[in-house]
Nanobody, 132 residues
């Protein structure tokens, strides 16, 4: 059973920083894509950043240059470093995983990032609130 558990959310003033973590367990796929999404009430879930098992990375235009996605494979942990936070970054942030069995092609992260339905597994979310 694949499990994703986020942590690191909180409240911060505009211009501040937060680092989100996502601990993953329960799968041994060598081909995968991990992503961060965010959602505010009444709006669709938005892709923020994605990284795949080859290290290919994509970002949403709204966060490029401010957010950095990375992973520690030894610790099975995904990170999202968020700098220069803005009030519009306020949302529930979710970690997600798309896994690909042996032989199944893996799409580029730029494509996977744009669709929440392209992921197989989700964490429970962590709230980020940025005040002005």
């Amino acid at each position: 059973q694949v499990q994703l558990v986020e942590s690191g959310g909180g409240s911060v003033q505009a211009g501040g920083s937060l680092r989100l973590s996502c601990a993953r367990s329960g799968y041994t796929y060598s081909s995968y894509c991990l992503g961060w999404f965010r959602q505010v009430p009444g709006k669709e879930r938005e892709g923020v950043a994605a990284i795949d098992s080859d290290g290919d990375i994509s970002y949403a235009d709204s966060v490029r240059g401010r957010f950095t996605i990375s992973q520690d494979n030894a610790k099975n942990t995904l990170f999202l470093q968020m700098n220069s936070l803005k009030p519009e970054d306020t949302a529930m942030y979710y970690c997600a995983a798309a896994v690909y069995p042996l032989g199944k092609p893996r799409p580029p992260t730029s494509w996977i990032l744009r669709g929440a339905n392209r992921y197989n597994y989700w964490g429970q979310g962590t709230q980020v609130t940025v005040s002005s």
